[in-house]
């Protein structure tokens, strides 16, 4: 078990080294770090799409009414 002030020492130097290493790889590469092979790999992009993506209204429910069984015709008329 650590006390508090052992733990506050902790995470002090632990920041500190992250700061370090986070430092050291900004000198390097700067900010923007490009992508290697395999993470250039992983990156998808979406292409123009010219199927249909889905039936709309016109398809689905406009028309509708003239489904009707021919039951249902004779009791409205």
């Given at each position: 078990?650590?006390?508090?002030?052992?733990?506050?020492?902790?995470?002090?130097?632990?920041?500190?080294?992250?700061l370090?290493?986070?430092?050291s790889?900004?000198?390097?590469?700067?900010?923007?770090?490009?992508?290697?092979?395999?993470?250039?790999?992983?990156?998808?992009?979406?292409?123009?799409?010219?199927?249909?993506?889905?039936?709309?209204?016109?398809?689905?429910?406009?028309?509708?009414?003239?489904?009707?069984?021919?039951?249902?015709?004779?009791?409205?008329?």
């Amino acid at each position: 078990m650590m006390t508090m002030k052992e733990a506050c020492e902790y995470v002090k130097n632990k920041r500190s080294a992250n700061l370090a290493i986070h430092a050291s790889r900004v000198a390097i590469d700067g900010y923007c770090k490009p992508f290697n092979d395999r993470e250039a790999k992983q990156v998808k992009a979406k292409q123009k799409q010219t199927y249909m993506k889905g039936k709309n209204h016109s398809h689905r429910a406009l028309w509708n009414h003239n489904n009707l069984s021919k039951k249902q015709l004779l009791t409205l008329y």
